[in-house]
């Protein structure tokens, strides 16, 4: 299965290079076979297959030399751990992946059979071959390689592969709770993110944190007839309005009182990260269909969408939406609202400064009632963090450009979950740019990104080593 | 068929007093074989009642001593006219009720069967006892009871009962327009409104206009996420709700610029009749669940509802409206918003005035479509005109108290209609205050009214004669 990456990278200066060269067709082979399994986490009849995923992880941990592999029961999808503890003084790091896909439709839409890898143009197709195995992939070559060649690693590595990662992680906290020694160490690689765009390395250092709320506005028992009470009566459709409207500033700035608080601003090395993407706003907006951008005055695009809080409604509605006109003066009036949080917002905090925003912005006569129906905790990995600094300079000496460091506008849960419930620095090493279309037809991997992917985890050990 | 008035009302001083007291009985059974007619102007099965109901007037009304009584065709539902002209330097009077009436269902909700009319309670009951076919009966008996004892009229008067009123009067204005002989005049008395609650009697001034419009934004092509677009770009739905609550200032004023410009001010006279109408707010309220009034500051709540423009969301959507959390931008968002007008406000010029305001608060990069879905004129009569004074007297005279000045906030098309097309004064006299259930099951009407209306409009015929 001969392939040629399509992008250079630096290859070891040690002897792993030579075994990783020898080993290339075998690892395409074993990669293929992991892709082969359909392991989707959503839908029932695939159970067994992700349960074939995770024993095939497990025979294929304790072929390259991993310890004390378990498959382990979760109520749910397995959680597959193993770990190679080589001096109690070295740093331990846990890596994080998930054997779990998307499903593969729509079917119609993908040029190859999703189940059915194949290697074309110096990438690998498949479902999966970058949302996550073909980065589980990577980890297990650069283990793979270490032994091989060293017979030991440059610092202990705790594995953590969960099943449910497209399902909501639903098992992974209780389990993580139960099992503390299997996740414990000093700080977390997650595998699960990557490039900005095209091929250039990246850190994803942010990522926000969300509270989702829904508003119920009600002023009379039933729609009234316009002309009899227009006037004389709160409409609650103006009113919802009027207070979604009072949420914000002509500065495009959040007005809940208490909203900015705990934000965690922007230091001149963030603002730099942000300045430094390659961030094309015509392109950005084009591939929408929108004119223009829009948001809070005194930063920029990238910096409102990664590194700033928002708040958006996501749903409105009230009274009469059919065809044509109906003279009625709605009894009640919805919205969905969610802010978009960052380090160190807190979630349910926010929900309740922004239940007390809308209330106060209610004009009498008009009864108001707020449900939070989410919080998720933002993410942050500070610039200078010694773990990302580490690496940092392992995927700038694998790919010869230093990595940018990209705040996301979304979330990713176990970042924020991992960071909370072990209190470790994460480091969101990835290698998978958007064009590898994650969670979408024609999913693939660039393998030189791949190819590079074992050789930066390897310098990104060896640099950890040095570390405190 | 015997039945006891239970309101005082003052009999005629002359022989017509005498002549209605002799005819009393003959006229509740030509009251009773009108409301027989099914004449339901909106169901196609009653087409042919309709037109029976039409043939019984003009019979009737060749009986009693009008002439050129002509059963009109429109395309459809017929016209019946009738004039007496006694004098052509006498002022000239049009006279204008409808003969078609509202269906009878919910049938199972009248404690009497809709089409076999009875008296009961001093009332009669039966589909358009009240609306409008008692009330074409008033005029009916005091043009007989008129030439019966004077052998003629005060006035002139010329009759036009439409058949279409139910309906929109869909034929109405291209009828007028072919017929202007028929229902040109010096004034028009339109029996179709009542008195404000109870049994006191009133006459209806005034009638809002109303402009509806749609408005539609959108800002992409597609729904966007709100992790990786929210704070980029502008949100159609936040925007729309800025948009909404821009039209209003704090004190409940529409901020559209040029809104007020033909606004007609409340006299001292107007306010001092909207302070005089026995309005209990609390009763108000507890009608419809709702906890407090309001709007505009500076005017009372019967005046917002009458005699001011308002402007109010009768519906809003965009976005997710289903149940739980889902985090997306929409991509569109839309409103129905309608104006109340008053008079001298033009319903197109203020449909254009608010698309020009919703787009100057538009955001850039939100693409604003605005459509109009109708236009109604305002009416208003106003105080110390003639017309009005005589039938204000005449009300008076027959009822014992002065007439209350009643600004609805609806409308009542054809009152525009005959303002604007004629350019005549009209005086809104009718006899049936809310309790009579027009449009509603168990429709009836006091029949203290009803002989009191016939006295009343004697009465006002006569004052008429004395204008000018």
């Not at 227009?230 to 009027?242: E, I, R």
């Not at 207070?243 to 002509?250: F, K, Q």
């Not at 409102?304 to 409105?316: C, F």
């Not at 705040?407 to 590898?436: C, M, N, W």
């Amino acid at each position: 299965m001969p392939y040629a990456p399509t992008l250079a990278w630096k290859g070891l200066e040690g002897p792993e290079e030579a075994h990783l060269v020898a080993t290339a067709t075998q690892r395409m082979a074993k990669y293929s076979e992991f892709l082969r399994i359909p392991s989707v986490s959503a839908l029932p009849e695939h159970a067994a297959d992700c349960r074939a995923a995770a024993e095939w992880l497990a025979v294929e941990l304790r072929r390259i030399g991993a310890e004390r592999v378990e498959v382990s029961e979760t109520g749910g999808h397995p959680i597959v751990v193993a770990e190679k503890i080589v001096d109690p003084s070295l740093p331990t790091v846990v890596v994080y992946g998930h054997y779990d896909v998307q499903p593969g439709d729509p079917l119609d839409l993908w040029k190859t059979s999703p189940f059915e890898p194949i290697v074309r143009d110096g990438r690998m197709l498949g479902r999966g071959s970058a949302d996550d195995k073909g980065q589980i992939v990577i980890h297990l070559s650069a283990l793979e390689a270490l032994v091989g060649t060293r017979g030991t690693l440059p610092v202990n590595v705790k594995y953590l592969f969960e099943g449910e990662e497209e399902s909501s992680s639903i098992n992974l906290e209780a389990w993580m709770a139960a099992n503390p020694e299997r996740c414990s160490g000093d700080a977390v690689i997650i595998s699960d993110s990557g490039f900005f765009d095209g091929n250039r390395p990246a850190l994803t250092v942010g990522l926000r944190g969300i509270t989702y709320i829904q508003v119920d506005v009600r002023a009379s028992d039933v729609d009234l007839h316009s002309g009899s009470y227009g006037g004389s009566v709160v409409n609650p459709a103006n009113a919802l309005a009027a207070m979604i409207a009072s949420l914000h500033d002509a500065n495009g700035r959040i007005t809940v009182p208490g909203f900015y608080d705990d934000v965690v601003e922007l230091t001149p090395a963030d603002r730099a990260a942000f300045a430094a993407l390659p961030f094309d706003e015509a392109n950005y907006l084009a591939g929408i269909g929108a004119s223009a951008t829009a948001g809070e005055s005194g930063f920029s695009t990238v910096e409102r969408r990664g590194g700033r809080p928002t708040l958006d409604v996501n749903g409105i509605w009230g009274g009469f939406t059919g065809d044509g006109s109906k003279t009625i003066i709605p009894a009640h009036a919805h919205a969905k609202i969610s802010c978009r949080l960052v380090t160190a917002q807190d979630p349910e905090k926010i929900s309740r400064q922004l239940e007390a925003a809308l209330r106060a912005a209610a004009p009498a006569g008009l009864h108001v009632e707020v449900q939070n129906l989410g919080n998720g905790d933002a993410f942050l990995t500070p610039l200078g963090d010694p773990y990302l600094t580490a690496a940092a300079g392992a995927l700038e000496a694998t790919f010869g450009v230093p990595p940018l460091y990209i705040r996301e506008g979304g979330s990713i849960p176990i970042a924020a979950l991992f960071q909370k419930r072990l209190g470790l620095p994460v480091v969101l090493l990835g290698f998978t740019p958007p064009d590898d279309n994650a969670h979408a037809p024609n999913e693939s991997m660039d393998l030189g990104n791949f190819e590079g992917g074992i050789r930066a985890v390897i310098r990104a050990l060896d640099a950890i080593a040095t570390i405190g």
